[in-house]
């Protein structure tokens, strides 16, 4: 990759720049971390007593949110999902 006036080579960086670079890559890794997390936390609970009680949306849910207890996905995931923020 070429330097450009707005994006120097990577040994044109001062250690300002770097320092910058890294802080930005550290934030990167823990939000990707943190979605990790919440992810794990709302998960389909596997709890075969759903189809007992049914989904109170015309029956396209078939499981229930380990962390919500709502249907599952719950709002939480459906918002990663519409965000684009698939599971890795």
């Known amino acids: 990759m070429t330097a450009t006036p707005d994006r120097p080579g990577i040994d044109q960086l001062t250690s300002d720049q770097l320092d ?33 009680f049914g989904c109170d949306h015309g029956g396209a849910h078939t499981q229930l ?10 709002a939480t995931v459906a918002v990663l999902d519409q965000h684009g923020q698939t599971p890795t």
Do not use: F, G, I, M
């Open 20 to 52: 910058r670079l890294y802080a930005r890559l550290d934030k990167a890794e823990r939000a990707e971390a943190t979605l990790t997390a919440v992810r794990k936390l709302h998960r389909p609970a596997n709890d075969w007593s759903w189809k007992t």
């Open 65 to 74: 949110c380990s962390r919500c207890k709502t249907c599952y996905p719950c």
